[in-house]
């Protein structure tokens, strides 16, 4: 199915109108345009993806507008019939004028079938191209993925050809010590660790020291503590009795 705009003059409209019931019933949708307002959607239909059908009707011949649409859109999406005209514009057509004027809403009419015909031939040009499929998809990357295997394969197996064979240098310098390429390789193994002799590094002898300073120190005081209260009564009565000085406690 494809969208279908329909664009006529005035004296063409029920015909128009017949045409997009039919469409309709098919399961097109039908955009209907008359008159000279037919210019303000001529911008819009230029960019748009859908079949354009003139009706070429008596007064049609002479208007300026089906002469606008003629020249702005896409042969390729234009459908042209007639209704009673016989000279057309000459512009450049890909399909011929479609004879409606014996039309009288057969299906089964020629003028109906080729119509349709032309319809079909211009949904299928507008389609988007059919996706790969899935089949075709997998056996491409099957392709690939034995391609990048025998490739790794081919790899492998000459990188190993290289490294067994030796380069013409190596064999002269193996073959013939004296022709000045390379020459005989002495290896030496290094000693064992139990041939190694441990050196022990001796330090100085140095005096101990002396920990106990001989430092004199100075005479201390008897510690009293001092009063963290007041005497209480009894106390200061004990202090005043007490004239020899004694503590509590203490044998007089």
Wanted: charged fraction near 25%; hydrophobic fraction near 45%; charge should be negative.
């Amino acid at each position: 199915m494809i969208d279908v705009r329909i664009v006529c003059s005035h004296d063409a409209v029920k015909l128009a109108e017949m045409l997009t019931r039919l469409l309709e019933a098919e399961e097109h949708r039908v955009r209907l345009t008359y008159g000279r307002q037919a210019l303000l959607e001529l911008e819009e239909a230029r960019e748009a993806r859908d079949a354009v059908l003139l009706i070429w009707s008596p007064d049609a011949r002479s208007q300026s507008y089906m002469l606008e649409w003629v020249r702005n859109i896409d042969p390729a999406r234009l459908v042209e019939i007639s209704r009673g005209a016989s000279d057309f514009h000459p512009i450049k057509r890909l399909a011929a004028v479609i004879d409606f004027t014996n039309w009288r809403g057969e299906r089964g009419a020629r003028a109906w079938k080729a119509l349709t015909e032309r319809l079909g031939a211009i949904a299928r040009s507008l389609a988007p191209p059919a996706p790969v499929p899935a089949k075709a998809l997998m056996a491409v990357g099957f392709a690939s993925m034995a391609a990048v295997a025998g490739a790794l394969v081919v790899r492998t197996n000459n990188a190993v050809e290289d490294i067994a064979t030796p380069a013409p240098l190596e064999e002269i310098a193996a073959t013939d010590p004296a022709s000045g390429v390379g020459g005989p390789l002495n290896a030496i193994e290094p000693a064992s660790l139990e041939d190694d002799v441990i050196r022990l590094r001796h330090y100085p002898e140095l005096e101990p020291l002396d920990a106990t300073p001989a430092i004199p120190l100075a005479p201390v005081a008897d510690y009293d503590a001092p009063e963290l209260r007041d005497p209480t009564l009894r106390e200061r009565f004990d202090g005043a009795l007490n004239t020899l000085g004694l503590r509590d406690n203490e044998p007089s």
